[in-house]
Structure formats: C-alpha cells, structure tokens
C-alpha cells in the first residue's frame, strides 16, 4: 500500500526558507513521478511543483518560479520542496502526490505566511 506523509509545515514569516518533506511508502518510489500540489482557503488546489524519476526534470508553476525547489533522495523514498522568500500569498496547505496521473496523495502540511 502507497502511503505519502508530509512534514515540516507551520507558521513562517515573510521571506522565511522552510523545507517541506514527504515521505512515501511503496517500493517503486524511485521510477514514480512526484509532485507538490496547495489548496488556499476558498480557492481550487493547483499544482506547485514536479519531479521525474531521477531528478532531472522538474517543472514550477509561475508563481513559485525562482523560489522554490523541488528535490528528491530515492534512497530515502523523500521528496523534498525548498521554499524561499516566502509570501503571504504562499499560505496554503501543502501535498504531495505520486504517480501519473497523480494517483496517490498525502494528507497535506498547513504552511502559513505571517506578513
């Protein structure tokens, strides 16, 4: 059974650099695609971030372009999304998400940004 915990979330000021973190269970974790989706309150859950298998493609949305970062360590079965000069607007809860499409999601991580 796939299971994705994600981790490192909470209250962060302006322009602070938390690292979000989702640990997957599953052997194929290494040839899985993955991804960070966020939902704000009110609003529809968009996608943030990508990841291929071995790291070396990765797409952003727009508005995270050039201030966060996806990563992965397939020996940890973790990915990982740095984020940096954090906005206000970033405030949202934060999934991880497996597959392609992307089948299997976690239960999200609360970050809120403090102006």
């Known amino acids: 059974q796939v299971q994705l915990v994600e981790s490192g979330g909470g209250l962060v000021q302006a322009g602070g650099s938390p690292r979000l973190s989702c640990a997957v269970s599953g052997r194929t974790f290494s040839i899985s695609r993955m991804g960070w989706f966020r939902q704000a309150p009110g609003k529809e859950r968009e996608f943030v971030a990508s990841?291929?298998?071995?790291?070396?493609?990765?797409y952003y949305a727009d508005s995270v372009k050039g201030r966060f970062t996806i990563s992965r360590d397939n020996a940890k079965n973790t990915v990982y999304l740095q984020m940096n000069s954090l906005k206000p607007e970033d405030t949202a809860n934060y999934y991880c998400?497996?597959?392609?499409?992307?089948?299997?999601w976690g239960q999200g991580t609360q970050v809120t940004v403090s102006s």
């Open positions: 990841i291929n298998w071995s790291g070396g493609t990765t």
């Open positions: 998400a497996r597959g392609n499409p992307w089948r299997y």
